[in-house]
């Protein structure tokens, strides 16, 4: 017992130590005693958990966390500082300071103190499983000699740390005794991630310790062959299949043999003994065969000087020219050999019995297949077929893609079956149907190279090998991208996938372009965090320098690079890198909710609102009710969370928001000509499950303007009128007294809003007398003076010759396009244009057709323009549109009101009319 616990245990009562000075006690020993790993035991550990139990009682998380830094500022091996703050950020699951626990890991495992290891471990296990504490727990037990408790933790370290091989080789040694099938798939695990680490003398161990087990899986022998073919280990690759086929030469399995002989020598062609193995299956296979040993020496096995893959080949494509035997013509079809001599061959096709044909001419020209290929058995059983193809359509299948090498085109799946299966008119309505009923086999599917090829597999393909195929047939980074995010939603499915995409966004890191560095190291963080893994697939320097880079960009170059990722859960995790690593994140959070689709809406509002980031939210709301068209999806989403009450309004901006939406609603099939999502969302707020939290909200915020709601929805044109009606009553049964009133009391901004609205429905425009007529002056001199003068001038360069290089003949062509289609343009203008007149205008607000008179509040200065639209404005001479910026912020102001516009501050001090009886500009 240390000095400290003696005095602790003989102090007073009412004298027992605060919190603050047992923590300051524990900190005082170490650094006075310099305290190390090999000097602890797990009393110590015991005396830290009561500390933190009390820290908890007492919340006191921020004072033990200050405490402790600052007492590894000074003492950096402080074993108390560590173990508390990695204990706390093991709780609250903060990974940059989980680390401290792995130091002390480190330390305790450097100081041989195994117990200590295993104790605290074994805590860290019950909160969470990383492959460190796995790894040090397993460690410990195995010191300890707990060989027996050591298993469990073997095994859960091998799922979770399948790039160390040694762990699960060792965990598939533990139980191989107990459990064959579990120890197979551990070994076969080993296996792969050997293969892939070029660990060759682990993988032979392992590989024949499989042939003893498990000798006939030739798919997942193929499947080693297939990583190291990547890594173009084709002297390994043989030596491999040496070591079975050993094992088969002993069990004097000939058909094993000759395939494992083929597999050694397109691997090692100078092999002689499995060169001659080759000849002696051969033999033995075919050694009923009449033309056997003439086949082997026309193919050329036995002479040296012949390519041996090709004398392979033409034996095994001979061999099969046998009595019995069926072979393919292309002008005769199907037929079956009855007669073969050395001289000639003897074939009965359907249309041509008994037909004759030299050996060599037949060996060419015919194509041999064999009982069960799918033509052969329309030759010989073509009732069965046509049985088969009405009942078992997936086996039926699986005989057709086995006879062509085990996949097909759409194209010559459909020459195959049309007239014979399916009339060729009911072909596409009956693949569409039969199509995802094929799929469902697990044998059956989509070729990832091409999408209109259908393959058939040997097993069932797992998942993580679908996502390579996919991932490998990806176009492009943003395709690779996609395949990533979607192995990485099921990242336990997905393991050998992920270490297989993983060093490939490892390689991009590296690239010159800082958006791509980018996106693969949240990429890369996704898969860590997938994975709940301690040790991530990416360089903490890479990282670093990445964060670095990303800190001195802009919001407004970061929203756009935001704005440029497609996918959700990139997305999602992008905006939580900007957070941690961004001092304007709020800025980019502010620029994303003004995207669509509206997704990560929710999700932004809630951590600005954390962040208590009013000025944004407040700057979102106002820049949003100046566009709500351009933003229409954005402004319904913001409407539907306000009525949910997901999102709260500064006061007043409620009911603006509710009035902005009964005036959207009829511009709705003007902003979205095709399609229905929007009108959709709306219907959704009206008639949805939250109709009567739209009712609670206008009763709340808006009742005043209820009359206001009824007589907007009259143009609103995907209601019909029982819709209108049982709304309008709804609103009614709100405040009946503002129904009741003669006139409606509404701002005289509403009034002229309706003529803008007419213009919106019809697509309108509106101008003075003066702009109609100086529209109507320059369609006259295009169609009387331009037009005529340019049919001259291609009169004229017509008769120069040789049109091909006739330059002055092509520009009066160009020319004259641009004159007529300016003609048809002027002309739908004017169909579409009103002429406003004094009687249109109203003074009350600014409104179009109005002159306004400004202050600036801070120079004094007097500004006055007059509002009209497009076809009038000219900023010479005073005259704005409407729907410019400045426009925007003025209609619907009031006499007396202050609007701001780019930071100024403009007092409206006066309005009247800025178009005269006639009709012109004032």
Same mark, same amino acid.
């Given at each position: *017992?240390?000095?400290?616990?003696?005095?602790?245990?003989?102090?007073?009562?009412?004298?027992?130590?605060?919190?603050?000075?047992?923590?300051?006690?524990?900190?005082?020993?170490?650094?006075?005693?310099?305290?190390?790993?090999?000097?602890?035991?797990?009393?110590?550990?015991?005396?830290?958990?009561?500390?933190?139990?009390?820290?908890?009682?007492?919340?006191?998380?921020?004072?033990?966390?200050?405490?402790?830094?600052?007492?590894?500022?000074?003492?950096?091996?402080?074993?108390?500082?560590?173990?508390?703050?990695?204990? *706390?950020?093991?709780?609250?699951?903060?990974?940059?300071?989980?680390?401290?626990?792995?130091?002390?890991?480190?330390?305790?495992?450097?100081?041989?103190?195994?117990?200590?290891?295993?104790?605290?471990?074994?805590?860290?296990?019950?909160?969470?499983?990383?492959?460190?504490?796995?790894?040090?727990?397993?460690?410990?037990?195995?010191?300890?000699?707990?060989?027996?408790?050591?298993?469990?933790?073997?095994?859960?370290?091998?799922?979770?740390?399948?790039?160390?091989?040694?762990?699960?080789?060792?965990?598939?040694?533990?139980?191989?005794?107990?459990?064959?099938?579990?120890?197979?798939?551990?070994?076969?695990?080993?296996?792969?991630?050997?293969?892939?680490?070029?660990?060759?003398?682990?993988?032979?161990?392992?590989?024949?310790?499989?042939?003893?087990?498990?000798?006939?899986?030739?798919?997942?022998?193929?499947?080693?062959?297939?990583?190291?073919?990547?890594?173009?280990?084709?002297?390994?690759?043989?030596?491999?299949?040496?070591?079975?086929?050993?094992?088969?030469?002993?069990?004097?399995?000939?058909?094993?043999?000759?395939?494992?002989?083929?597999?050694?020598?397109?691997?090692?062609?100078?092999?002689?003994?499995?060169?001659?193995?080759?000849?002696?299956?051969?033999?033995?296979?075919?050694?009923?065969?009449?033309?056997?040993?003439?086949?082997?020496?026309?193919?050329?096995?036995?002479?040296?000087?012949?390519?041996?893959?090709?004398?392979?080949?033409?034996?095994?494509?001979?061999?099969?020219?046998?009595?019995?035997?069926?072979?393919?013509?292309?002008?005769?079809?199907?037929?079956?050999?009855?007669?073969?001599?050395?001289?000639?061959?003897?074939?009965?096709?359907?249309?041509?019995?008994?037909?004759? *044909?030299?050996?060599?001419?037949?060996?060419?020209?015919?194509?041999?297949?064999?009982?069960?290929?799918?033509?052969?058995?329309?030759?010989?059983?073509?009732?069965? *077929?046509?049985?088969?193809?009405?009942?078992?359509?997936?086996?039926?299948?699986?005989?057709?893609?086995?006879?062509?090498?085990?996949?097909?085109?759409?194209?010559?799946?459909?020459?195959?079956?049309?007239?014979?299966?399916?009339?060729?008119?009911?072909?596409?309505?009956?693949?569409?149907?039969?199509?995802?009923?094929?799929?469902?086999?697990?044998?059956?599917?989509?070729?990832?190279?091409?999408?209109?090829?259908?393959?058939?597999?040997?097993?069932?393909?797992?998942?993580?090998?679908?996502?390579?195929?996919?991932?490998?047939?990806?176009?492009?980074?943003?395709?690779?991208?996609?395949?990533?995010?979607?192995?990485?939603?099921?990242?336990?499915?997905?393991?050998?996938?992920?270490?297989?995409?993983?060093?490939?966004?490892?390689?991009?890191?590296?690239?010159?372009?800082?958006?791509?560095?980018?996106?693969?190291?949240?990429?890369?963080?996704?898969?860590?965090?997938?994975?709940?893994?301690?040790?991530?697939?990416?360089?903490?320097?890479?990282?670093?320098?990445?964060?670095?880079?990303?800190?001195?960009?802009?919001?407004?170059?970061?929203?756009?690079?935001?704005?440029?990722?497609?996918?959700?859960?990139?997305?999602?995790?992008?905006?939580?890198?900007?957070?941690?690593?961004?001092?304007?994140?709020?800025?980019?959070?502010?620029?994303?909710?003004?995207?669509?689709?509206?997704?990560?809406?929710?999700?932004?509002?809630?951590?600005?609102?954390?962040?208590?980031?009013?000025?944004?939210?407040?700057?979102?709301?106002?820049?949003?009710?100046?566009?709500?068209?351009?933003?229409?999806?954005?402004?319904?989403?913001?409407?539907?969370?306000?009525?949910?009450?997901?999102?709260?309004?500064?006061?007043?901006?409620?009911?603006?928001?509710?009035?902005?939406?009964?005036?959207?609603?009829?511009?709705?099939?003007?902003?979205?000509?095709?399609?229905?999502?929007?009108?959709?969302?709306?219907?959704?707020?009206?008639?949805?499950?939250?109709?009567?939290?739209l009712l609670n909200v206008i009763s709340r915020e808006a009742k005043d303007s209820v009359r206001r709601f009824s007589a907007l929805l009259k143009d609103v044109p995907f209601f019909n009128d029982g819709e209108k009606i049982?709304?309008?009553?709804?609103?009614?049964?709100?405040?009946?007294?503002?129904?009741?009133?003669?006139?409606?009391?509404?701002?005289?901004?509403?009034?002229?809003?309706?003529?803008?609205?007419?213009?919106?429905?019809?697509?309108?425009?509106?101008?003075?007398?003066?702009?109609?007529?100086?529209?109507?002056?320059?369609?006259?001199?295009?169609?009387?003076?331009?037009?005529?003068?340019?049919?001259?001038?291609?009169?004229?360069?017509?008769?120069?010759?040789?049109?091909?290089?006739?330059?002055?003949?092509?520009?009066?062509?160009?020319?004259?396009?641009?004159?007529?289609?300016?003609?048809?343009?002027?002309?739908?203008?004017?169909?579409?244009?009103?002429?406003?007149?004094?009687?249109?205008?109203?003074?009350?607000?600014?409104?179009?057709?109005?002159?306004?008179?400004?202050?600036?509040?801070?120079?004094?200065?007097?500004?006055?323009?007059?509002?009209?639209?497009?076809?009038?404005?000219?900023?010479?001479?005073?005259?704005?549109?409407?729907?410019?910026?400045?426009?925007?912020?003025?209609?619907?102001?009031?006499?007396?009101?202050t609007q701001t516009f780019n930071a100024q501050k403009l007092e409206i001090i006066g309005i009247e009319k800025a178009i005269d009886a006639a009709g012109r500009v004032v």
């Amino acid at each position: *017992m240390s000095e400290t616990e003696t005095v602790q245990e003989t102090k007073p009562a009412g004298e027992a130590e605060t919190l603050e000075a047992r923590i300051q006690s524990q900190f005082n020993e170490e650094k006075w005693t310099r305290l190390s790993a090999k000097d602890v035991s797990i009393s110590r550990f015991k005396i830290l958990e009561q500390i933190l139990d009390e820290v908890k009682k007492q919340g006191k998380h921020d004072l033990l966390r200050s405490e402790s830094l600052n007492h590894l500022g000074e003492y950096e091996s402080s074993i108390a500082a560590h173990y508390f703050i990695g204990m *706390m950020a093991l709780e609250k699951n903060i990974p940059d300071e989980i680390v401290h626990l792995k130091t002390l890991l480190d330390q305790f495992q450097e100081a041989s103190k195994w117990a200590v290891v295993d104790y605290l471990s074994e805590k860290m296990l019950a909160v969470t499983k990383t492959r460190t504490i796995l790894r040090a727990r397993a460690n410990a037990l195995e010191k300890l000699g707990k060989h027996k408790e050591a298993i469990p933790v073997l095994e859960q370290l091998a799922v979770l740390d399948r790039k160390n091989p040694d762990i699960a080789l060792k965990y598939a040694d533990a139980i191989i005794n107990e459990d064959l099938e579990k120890g197979l798939q551990f070994y076969k695990q080993a296996a792969e991630a050997f293969a892939r680490n070029l660990q060759f003398e682990k993988l032979k161990t392992t590989w024949n310790r499989l042939i003893e087990l498990l000798p006939d899986d030739f798919n997942f022998y193929k499947k080693i062959e297939r990583i190291l073919t990547g890594h173009r280990q084709r002297e390994m690759i043989a030596e491999l299949y040496v070591l079975l086929a050993n094992y088969f030469i002993k069990k004097e399995d000939h058909d094993k043999v000759m395939l494992l002989s083929k597999k050694i020598l397109e691997y090692n062609p100078n092999f002689a003994r499995f060169k001659n193995e080759l000849i002696r299956t051969y033999r033995e296979k075919y050694k009923s065969h009449s033309l056997l040993e003439d086949f082997i020496k026309y193919s050329g096995l036995t002479d040296t000087r012949k390519s041996l893959q090709s004398s392979i080949l033409n034996f095994e494509t001979n061999i099969v020219f046998d009595k019995g035997n069926y072979v393919f013509h292309r002008s005769w079809g199907v037929g079956k050999i009855t007669e073969l001599n050395t001289a000639e061959m003897v074939i009965d096709f359907k249309d041509k019995k008994a037909h004759k *044909m030299d050996i060599q001419m037949a060996l060419k020209s015919l194509k041999p297949l064999r009982e069960e290929h799918f033509w052969v058995m329309q030759f010989e059983k073509p009732e069965e *077929m046509t049985k088969l193809f009405k009942e078992d359509i997936t086996a039926f299948f699986k005989i057709l893609l086995q006879s062509f090498g085990g996949r097909l085109s759409l194209a010559d799946i459909k020459t195959e079956l049309t007239d014979k299966y399916v009339p060729l008119s009911q072909w596409s309505k009956w693949w569409s149907k039969i199509r995802p009923e094929l799929l469902k086999d697990a044998l059956i599917g989509n070729s990832a190279q091409k999408k209109d090829v259908i393959e058939l597999h040997d097993t069932p393909i797992t998942t993580s090998e679908s996502a390579i195929e996919q991932f490998q047939a990806a176009q492009g980074f943003e395709d690779r991208v996609q395949a990533f995010i979607d192995v990485l939603k099921a990242p336990e499915e997905n393991l050998e996938a992920i270490e297989f995409i993983a060093p490939h966004f490892r390689e991009t890191l590296k690239s010159l372009d800082p958006n791509t560095r980018l996106k693969s190291l949240w990429l890369l963080e996704m898969a860590t965090e997938a994975l709940a893994d301690d040790e991530p697939l990416f360089s903490k320097e890479q990282q670093a320098d990445i964060i670095q880079a990303f800190k001195t960009r802009t919001p407004a170059d970061l929203a756009e690079l935001y704005e440029e990722v497609k996918q959700t859960e990139l997305k999602r995790h992008a905006l939580k890198f900007a957070k941690r690593h961004h001092n304007e994140w709020r800025r980019i959070f502010l620029e994303m909710l003004f995207e669509t689709p509206v997704k990560l809406h929710k999700s932004i509002i809630s951590d600005l609102t954390a962040a208590n980031a009013t000025e944004e939210i407040s700057e979102f709301i106002n820049r949003l009710k100046k566009d709500v068209k351009t933003n229409a999806e954005v402004f319904l989403w913001t409407v539907k969370s306000v009525i949910a009450g997901q999102l709260e309004l500064p006061a007043g901006q409620t009911q603006e928001a509710l009035l902005g939406l009964f005036r959207m609603m009829k511009s709705i099939p003007k902003i979205e000509p095709k399609g229905s999502k929007l009108r959709n969302s709306v219907r959704d707020i009206f008639f949805g499950s939250g109709k009567d939290d739209l009712l609670n909200v206008i009763s709340r915020e808006a009742k005043d303007s209820v009359r206001r709601f009824s007589a907007l929805l009259k143009d609103v044109p995907f209601f019909n009128d029982g819709e209108k009606i049982q709304i309008v009553s709804q609103l009614r049964e709100l405040n009946p007294a503002a129904f009741a009133e003669q006139e409606d009391d509404h701002d005289q901004t509403e009034i002229q809003e309706s003529l803008a609205a007419r213009l919106e429905k019809s697509g309108g425009t509106v101008a003075s007398l003066d702009a109609i007529e100086a529209m109507r002056a320059k369609l006259d001199n295009l169609i009387n003076v331009e037009i005529p003068k340019n049919s001259e001038e291609i009169g004229v360069a017509q008769e120069k010759g040789d049109l091909r290089e006739n330059s002055e003949y092509k520009a009066a062509l160009e020319n004259q396009t641009i004159l007529q289609a300016t003609v048809t343009q002027l002309e739908a203008d004017l169909k579409a244009l009103q002429q406003i007149t004094a009687e249109d205008i109203d003074t009350n607000a600014v409104s179009i057709g109005t002159r306004v008179k400004l202050r600036d509040g801070a120079s004094g200065d007097i500004f006055v323009y007059s509002i009209l639209d497009q076809w009038d404005a000219d900023v010479d001479k005073g005259i704005i549109s409407y729907k410019s910026p400045l426009g925007k912020v003025l209609m619907g102001a009031r006499k007396g009101s202050t609007q701001t516009f780019n930071a100024q501050k403009l007092e409206i001090i006066g309005i009247e009319k800025a178009i005269d009886a006639a009709g012109r500009v004032v």
